[in-house]
């Protein structure tokens, strides 16, 4: 097991890690109003706010996390096609973000590794209708269940968990396989891809509770709540961050095994 993670002793993943997240902050927005926006264009305004609807109101209220999802859907489902068009230019710059930490890791000195990011990013982009109605169609089931309460709720959180994996799988499975640089076996992508999204989900689904607890955010930050909240959406996208960047490095190193190949950066991926 410990072999799985010798690639990360002395690469510092906390840094590469923080350095996604700058871009994910740059990026995670105008991702989340493309794809509210293609899903409209797809099932209708109408439709999207049906099935999200009991979702925000499921929402723990204690840091307004219910009004924070609510704008952004509303302001996905009104954007126009100027809007959408400036949007994808800082939304690509997640895959930039991605590609530049992954080839740090493992292939230093790649050309074009901004554009490569970028380009390679814009499938997700393009099936995010349908990634995210399979998300959507789930709402409202496993959002009944959890304003039930009781073990209704246990089963909620169950449902909201697997419909996450299922969704979140291919994402992996794409940004490991084709974002990243190298081409890992299609077996250790799948399985550890998925496992990756696994373990995505419930961290996502963590952040929920998080969001659930009676804290006030803006104490360490002089009162100012809304500043708190940005630093603790922020420290969850890090620790986001550090776990699909651990998923990548098993993957490759299992690819290492599986191919016996000579490691391209000398001791990266040596045995």
């Not at 959890?146 to 697997?162: E, H, T």
């Amino acid at each position: 097991m410990r072999k799985l993670f010798a690639p990360l002793r002395g690469r510092d993943v906390s840094l590469h890690a923080a350095a996604i997240t700058f871009y994910a902050g740059i990026a995670v927005v105008p991702i989340a109003l493309l794809a509210v926006w293609l899903t409209s264009l797809v099932v209708g305004a109408q439709r999207v706010r049906d099935l999200t609807g009991r979702t925000i109101a499921a929402l723990p209220d204690e840091i307004g996390a219910p009004q924070a999802l609510a704008s952004l859907i509303d302001a996905g489902l009104n954007l126009t096609p100027m809007l959408a068009l400036a949007s994808l230019l800082p939304a690509t710059l997640y895959g930039e973000g991605l590609r530049r930490a992954f080839v740090s890791l493992r292939r230093p000195g790649e050309s074009l590794v901004g554009w490569r990011g970028r380009l390679l990013w814009l499938p997700l982009l393009a099936a995010a209708p349908a990634l995210l109605l399979a998300l959507f169609l789930a709402l409202p089931t496993t959002s009944g269940l959890w304003l039930r309460g009781g073990w209704w709720s246990v089963l909620g959180v169950v449902l909201s968990f697997l419909a996450t994996w299922i969704v979140l799988t291919p994402v992996v499975i794409w940004v490991f396989r084709y974002v990243a640089p190298g081409r890992p076996p299609w077996l250790a992508t799948i399985l550890i891809g998925s496992f990756t999204a696994a373990n995505l989900s419930g961290f996502l689904h963590g952040a929920v509770l998080f969001c659930s607890l009676p804290l006030d955010l803006g104490v360490p930050f002089g009162g100012f709540t809304e500043i708190g909240a940005m630093v603790a959406a922020g420290l969850w996208l890090y620790l986001f961050h550090v776990v699909l960047l651990t998923g990548f490095t098993v993957t490759h190193t299992v690819k290492t095994y599986l191919t016996d190949e000579s490691p391209r950066v000398p001791g990266l991926f040596a045995r």
